[in-house]
């Protein structure tokens, strides 16, 4: 990588870390994050980037055209999550707001999206200071409601791909609960797929004492939980993998009244097509048919709310990404890591542009506090993503994920010796 440009390095790391705890402390949540989007715009524009504000609702996207070659698009996510912070950091959030069920909710960014918007500007930075060492056009997205599964099909849906320029790769990184300054990788379908259902049973209603006269939500509803939780055990393949779980279940007012309907909330995670589809039908026919078993005087009604296909790092690009990776940091930094079960819609920017994916994992977390855990056995118990006590260390994590992305974007943009400038 030519020395230029990391000229200046310390100097912005500084500078994005004020950034970074800014945002920390004024989380915003999915569809809501107005405020994140205003301040990444004022920070993209005196950098020459062409800035577009408003793609997929809260969407910003930054061009920057430096001559003929390659379109690399760089992605970091801008929202966060309803979790009450409990980091005890000076720069705790301590934002309220309300969530799209009306209700008002504490709003944390307990999944580090704000360290993934800070490290992807300090790289444009780099990036748009040292354009006589790359050529090409640099594509930087900064997302929506990526915690709802639908950011990213909500900017191609909004012309992502007809209004600026088509990639030639698509690159992402997402930082976690390993030791900071390890960047984590792996290929194929490396994150799972994430479905979501909300379910409604019809029952009949009426007091507790006199059960025969009336059909239970409460008793189908049971049943189905119970029954789901066989899907993965007896119609699953040995060989592949999923799980299914009922994170919510509403029913009722009283202990004395059985109520009209029930409520659950189901979400899944699959790594294969075939795996995907073969789940989601088992758990339309056992709902349909717990019901039916039930005489429930309706049919149940059953909505996927959240589709996000499984995040797949390509086996090439990645080999060739995680090769500049280990020559700019030594092997001893880069840690090969199994798929994750959690889910990511970045996938949906490679599938709608035709474009191979590149996703990598740096770490947030001390490493001493990492090391110790790990010989006490208290691994586990570490702080991770969606936790109210996560919050990655600022640095080597900052400056970490800042080099990454420019490793990662200058190993596919072009080069001016090449004849591409």
């Known amino acids: 990588m030519a020395g230029t440009v990391w000229t200046g390095l310390d100097e912005l790391s500084a500078q994005l870390a004020d950034f970074y705890r800014d945002l920390h402390e004024h989380p915003e949540l999915s569809l809501q994050e107005h405020r994140t989007a205003r301040r990444v715009a004022e920070a993209l524009r005196p950098l020459g980037f062409g800035v577009t504000e408003h793609v997929g609702g809260t969407g910003v996207v930054g061009v920057l055209r430096n001559g003929d070659g390659p379109v690399v698009l760089v992605r970091a996510d801008l929202d966060a999550l309803p979790v009450e912070e409990k980091t005890g950091l000076r720069y705790a959030s301590t934002t309220r707001a309300t969530g799209a069920d009306g209700d008002e909710v504490p709003v944390m960014h307990a999944c580090g999206h704000d360290m993934h918007t800070t490290c992807l500007l300090g790289a444009a930075t780099l990036l748009a200071r040292a354009t006589a060492t790359w050529s090409g056009t640099l ?21 992502l791909f007809r209004r600026f320029p088509t990639p030639d790769i698509v690159l992402g990184q997402h930082v976690g609960p390993l030791p900071a300054g390890t960047i984590g990788h792996a290929t194929g379908p490396i994150m799972a797929a994430g479905d979501s259902a909300n379910v409604v049973l019809h029952g009949r209603g009426g ?18 939980v119970t029954r789901l939780q066989g899907i993965v055990a007896r119609e699953v393949p040995p060989a592949e993998s999923a799980v299914v779980t009922v994170g919510r ?55 996927w709310t959240i589709a996000v296909p499984p995040l797949v790092s390509d086996p090439s690009a990645t080999a060739t990404t995680v090769a500049a990776f280990a020559e700019h940091f030594g092997e001893q930094r880069l840690l090969t890591l199994p798929p994750l079960t959690a889910s990511e819609d970045i996938g949906v920017l490679g599938e709608a542009s ?19 855990a790990l010989r006490d ?12 006590h996560f919050a990655p260390v600022l640095e080597p994590s900052l400056s970490t994920g800042v080099q990454t992305l420019v490793v990662a974007a200058l190993t596919w943009l072009g080069k001016p010796a090449d004849g591409l400038g």
Do not use: C
């Open 139 to 159: 594509l930087a997205v900064f997302q929506p409601a990526e915690e709802l599964g639908r950011g990213a099909r909500d900017m191609v849906d909004d012309g």
């Open 354 to 372: 035709g474009a191979p994916t590149v996703f990598w994992f740096w770490g947030g977390l001390d490493a001493d506090t990492v090391d110790a």
């Open 249 to 303: 279940l509403q029913a009722g007012t009283k202990d004395n009244i059985i109520p009209d309907t029930a409520e659950l909330g189901i979400n899944v995670r699959t790594y294969s097509d075939r795996t995907r589809a073969l789940v989601r039908e088992a758990i339309e026919r056992v709902i349909h048919s717990e019901a039916t078993a039930s005489a429930a005087p309706r049919p149940p009604e059953l909505e």
């Open 377 to 388: 056995g208290r691994f586990d118990q570490l702080p991770t993503n969606h936790s109210p």
């Open 207 to 224: 007091h507790g004492s006199r059960p025969e006269a009336t059909v239970d939500p409460v008793l189908l509803a049971a049943h189905v």
